[in-house]
């Protein structure tokens, strides 16, 4: 049997290399180019720059949220309203490049969408200075949104990241007052205050409260409902002079602080009491059966 030259096998290898290099670029930049015509094929109904303004309408609210030097986002009329960064950016991030699920065309009739009288009319700003406002009108069949922008009749379908972000009231966009995250362990002293009535416990003496300790350690601010009321707000919440006053020292490794809570009215429905931390000006809900828990243990 004859040996193939070495030199021969060796050139085809080459050659069927080279080819499969060949095949492999092609697709490659096949590829490419079918990505490219995709993304060109696209709408995008903003601009795709990140957001720094950004703000939504409905018939019975009004917000509009700015970044600030810090990176975090303000009110544009009240910068000392603590907002929830967090969620703005989420509301922006779906905002900032907003692609258009279905083009329908311009609309004869805007009343058919739901965009004659809008439900939700948001207004973004991006960093390259271009300013988009965008109508959002009935919910379609399949979960998406109706939209047209602002100065044209032409109708898409969206979806429904921004109605599903955007909320029903102002407060849903407040950063909640923290409690400080404790163990019952940690409480060295309960203070209790009402009509003019002060019971004050001690971590070191008999009879210390432990249930009252471990129900304090477990209290969260459920939701808020106001913010810089006004005194007659203040007396309706149960808020103002004949308030009961829970406060409490505690120590936890390093740090040592102490709270004082003001425990005011029920609401209506008996779930809740409106309270409010010292130096804040939230009002806010808690759980009456917690707060109850406390008292009853307090024997107050």
């Not at 988009?132 to 990241?161: M, Q």
């Not at 106001?226 to 005194?231: H, I, K, L, R, T």
Request: with cysteine; net charge negative; hydrophobic share 35%.
């Amino acid at each position: 049997m004859k040996k193939r030259p070495m030199g021969i096998g060796l050139g085809i290898l080459a050659v069927m290399c080279a080819s499969y290099l060949g095949v492999s670029g092609y697709t490659a930049v096949l590829q490419e180019r079918q990505k490219e015509e995709s993304e060109a094929a696209k709408i995008y109904l903003t601009s795709g720059s990140p957001v720094i303004e950004i703000g939504y309408e409905t018939e019975t609210l009004a917000v509009d949220f700015v970044k600030n030097d810090s990176g975090g986002w303000e009110r544009r009329d009240d910068s000392e309203f603590p907002v929830n960064s967090s969620r703005v950016d989420s509301l922006a991030a779906a905002a900032e490049k907003l692609e258009a699920v279905r083009s329908l065309g311009i609309a004869e009739d805007l009343e058919e969408y739901g965009l004659e009288k809008p439900a939700y009319r948001f207004t973004v700003k991006g960093e390259d200075g271009a300013e988009v406002t965008l109508y959002i009108g009935n919910e379609t069949s399949g979960g998406e949104y109706y939209a047209r922008k602002d100065g044209d009749n032409l109708v898409y379908t969206v979806g429904d990241a921004l109605v599903t972000l955007a909320g029903d009231s102002l407060y849903d966009w407040i950063k909640l007052d923290e409690l400080p995250n404790i163990t019952s362990e940690d409480i060295t002293e309960i203070r209790i205050e009402r009509d003019g009535q002060t019971a004050r416990f001690l971590g070191d003496e008999d009879g210390w409260p432990d249930e009252a300790a471990v129900s304090i350690a477990a209290l969260s601010v459920d939701s808020c409902v106001d913010f810089n009321p006004s005194d007659e707000k203040m007396e309706e919440y149960g808020l103002d002079s004949q308030r009961l006053t829970l406060t409490y020292t505690y120590t936890s490794g390093d740090e040592s602080g102490t709270v004082s809570l003001e425990v005011g009215a029920e609401t209506e429905d008996g779930l809740y009491y409106y309270t409010k931390l010292e130096n804040s000006k939230a009002v806010n809900l808690m759980l009456k059966a917690s707060v109850d828990e406390i008292l009853s243990a307090l024997q107050f």
